[in-house]
T-cell receptor
Framework: DTGVSQDPRHKITKRGQNVTFRCDPI?????LYWYRQTLGQGPEFLTY????????KSRLLSDRFSAERPKGSFSTLEIQRTEQGDSAMYLC????????????FGSGTRLTVV | AQSVTQLDSQVPVFEEAPVELRCNYS??????LFWYVQYPNQGLQLLLK??????LVKGINGFEAEFNKSQTSFHLRKPSVHISDTAEYFC???????????????FGTGTQLKVEL
């Protein structure tokens, strides 16, 4: 297994455009998490899935954000009508449910909104 | 709700010197504790974790941490640092499944360790 993969690594977009990020978790992991990290801060929880079900969303996840995990495999995070405040590193992580060994994180997608 | 405080935003240290990065947490239930390291433009890599049992946990790259329940602390230590240890270090806490939170992690704001020659 190659770990958690995220694509793209970097994205520069104009304000108002839509962007979509992809995360491929470790294949046997049924939990998938999205976090956002801004400069000088620790990662903040956005949402998580168990298999294909989205079980929790943070208040940080405004209506412009939507996440999916069809078939319980890869996940996508879409941001509509991007704003400059959306500029951040978006991190994906996966783990097994029940019993907790910590997450495996991907390398992240750095979004810059200009 | 759980929270994490990392008291030092930056810690400069000379190579081969010992280092301690401080972490305090707050939670109303039993927790799991983690330290992650982040190199520039990279994701987070797990250094070590405390789930239960022995309060002294050893991790990768010669790091160790001690869980102190009475002081609600989980400080990270290394007896002799190397230039390659220069990175951002994050302490994190999880309440596991107890509060229905799905093992969400709450992170501190990070400590930048800078190892100098």
């Amino acid at each position: 297994d190659t770990g958690v993969s995220q694509d793209p690594r970097h994205k520069i977009t104009k304000r108002g455009q839509n962007v979509t990020f992809r995360c491929d978790p470790i294949s046997e992991h049924n939990r998938l998490y999205w976090y956002r990290q801004t400069l000088g801060q620790g990662p903040e929880f956005l949402t998580y899935f168990q298999n294909e079900a989205q079980l929790e969303k943070s208040r940080l996840l405004s209506d412009r954000f939507s996440a999916e995990r069809p078939k319980g495999s890869f996940s996508t995070l879409e941001i509509q009508r991007t704003e400059q405040g959306d500029s951040a590193m978006y991190l994906c992580a996966s783990s097994l449910a029940g019993g907790f060994d910590g997450y495996t994180f991907g390398s992240g997608t750095r979004l810059t909104v200009v | 709700a759980q929270s994490v405080t990392q008291l030092d935003s930056q810690v400069p240290v000379f190579e081969e010197a010992p280092v301690e990065l401080r972490c305090n947490y707050s939670s109303s239930v039993s927790v799991y504790l983690f330290w992650y390291v982040q190199y520039p433009n990279q994701g987070l890599q797990l250094l070590l974790k405390y789930l239960s049992g022995s309060t002294l946990v050893k991790g990768i790259n010669g790091f160790e941490a001690e869980f102190n329940k009475s002081q609600t602390s989980f400080h990270l230590r290394k007896p002799s640092v190397h230039i390659s240890d220069t990175a951002e270090y994050f302490c994190a806490v999880s309440e596991g499944e107890l509060t229905g939170g799905g093992n969400k992690l709450t992170f501190g704001t990070g400590t930048q360790l800078k190892v100098e020659l």
